[in-house]
T-cell receptor
């Protein structure tokens, strides 16, 4: 599976936008980019995913670089509830759909 | 809203004892995963089922761990004998089918081996 690289931690002020980066320079043409997050003491939860085009949903936006070697998860207005570990994961569209988690980015939100 | 149910939420066991965890996926979800998460690390896949069949168990320590999903619905993960290093969160997740669908996670079972 192609690997991803994320910063270990980030901080954001409450009610400000947050841009969480992910590098995936070895991504293949069939790999989908997924983001999950894990709040303290809970299981991970799906946030968003995309292939080539930018995606928006009620939780976040996903901006994918034109060469697909990087992506950015955008939280438009951080709240205290968004404090979590965010995982960027590549999943092959031709494989067995395994979620392989790295260490993720721990996001702290400052009131 | 449908959820993945796991029990127990917490389990303390002595080393060398047997321990079992149960998972009930969202109804209709064919794909089921078991993950182990050590504190401070991301979840690590142990086993993946498609219906009652194992798709991947390459990371499952088969000398002490076993997993089954006999009727393709709920699943049990067993450890025998438990070791101190097995202390971790055990997470179950399900997805509608193989392919790029959203996976739903349960709240996990926190195992402490003493």
């Amino acid at each position: 599976d192609a690997k991803t690289t994320q910063p270990n931690s980030m901080e954001s002020n409450e009610e400000e936008p947050v841009h969480l980066p992910c590098n995936h320079s070895t991504i293949s043409g069939t790999d989908y980019i997924h983001w999950y997050r894990q709040l303290p003491s809970q299981g991970p939860e799906y946030v968003i995913h995309g292939l080539t085009s930018n995606v928006n949903n009620r939780m976040a936006s996903l901006a994918i670089a034109e060469d697909r070697k990087s992506s950015t998860l955008i939280l438009h207005r951080a709240t205290l509830r968004d404090a979590a570990v965010y995982y960027c994961i590549l999943i092959s569209g031709a494989g067995s759909y395994q979620l392989t988690f790295g260490k993720g980015t721990k996001l702290s939100v400052i009131p | 809203e449908a959820e993945v149910a796991q029990s127990p939420r917490y389990k303390i066991t002595e080393k060398s004892q047997a321990v079992a965890f149960w998972c009930d996926p969202i109804s209709g979800h064919a794909t089921l995963y078991w993950y182990r998460q050590i504190l401070g690390q991301g979840p690590e896949l142990l086993v993946q089922f498609q219906d009652e069949s194992v798709v991947d168990d390459s990371q499952l320590p088969k000398d002490r761990f076993s997993a089954e999903r006999l009727k393709g619905v709920d699943s049990t993960l067993k450890i025998q004998p438990a070791e101190l290093g097995d202390s971790a969160m055990y997470l179950c997740a399900s997805a509608r089918a193989l392919g790029n669908t959203e996976a739903f996670f349960g709240q996990g079972t926190r195992l402490t081996v003493v």
